[in-house]
């Protein structure tokens, strides 16, 4: 299976002040997404992690390291070293700093862009009130895995935006050519 999730921010004290005031301490905030991991993602799956990792101890890293499933890491503004860096010391398989398709009609992204449809992350206690955007941060999701499935159940059953011609962002841009006759 194919699973979306953001915005662990492993190592953020602080993140527990702002909205997972469940967890006594960032030790055990960190251990609970470990142990989520562990039990959701068998070896056959795909998760798209959509930014705002955080840092693990040495450890958490040799854990995160082993975790199963291939892993695929969108940057999130809190990501601030090297992509080579979370590829080498975390071992995800690919990591991606811009926005991608994933499918026909769903973008994934760290913060919202405009676009018909987005899974994306970094909004903190908050979604946007709009049916085609679906936030997949952990706290959001009740800490579960957001599987694709589920997310284009919800956004294929949402009629597509649609853009008259001259509404097009690159309607200025045109350039005719000249009928033949």
């Known amino acids: 299976m194919i699973y979306l999730i953001s915005d662990f921010h492993f190592g953020h004290e ?3 002040r702002f909205e997972r005031h469940q967890f006594h301490s960032i030790a055990e905030h960190d251990q609970a997404i470990l142990d989520l991991w562990k039990k959701s993602i068998f070896t056959d799956d795909i998760v798209y992690f959509l930014g705002d990792f955080g840092t693990l101890n040495d450890e958490n890293t040799e854990v995160f390291r082993n975790l199963s499933g291939k892993k695929i890491m969108l940057v999130g503004n ?3 070293k090297a992509k080579s860096y979370y590829a ?3 071992r995800f398989d690919e990591v991606i700093d811009t926005p991608m398709f994933l499918c026909k009609r769903i973008v994934l992204s760290h913060e919202p862009i405009k676009v018909n449809d987005d899974v994306h992350g970094h909004l903190h206690n908050a979604k946007l ?3 085609n955007y679906i936030n997949a941060n952990i706290h959001e999701l009740n ?5 694709l499935k589920k997310a284009q ?3 294929g059953g949402i009629k597509k935006c649609s853009t008259r ?5 690159y309607a200025p841009y045109y350039q005719f ?3 033949q006759d």
């Open 14 to 16: 602080n993140i527990l």
């Open 78 to 80: 809190h990501d601030v």
């Open 88 to 90: 080498l010391r975390y």
């Open 129 to 131: 009130n709009l049916p």
């Open 143 to 147: 800490y579960q895995f957001l599987p």
């Open 153 to 155: 159940d919800k956004l």
């Open 165 to 169: 011609f001259m509404e097009e962002w």
């Open 177 to 179: 050519d000249k009928k």
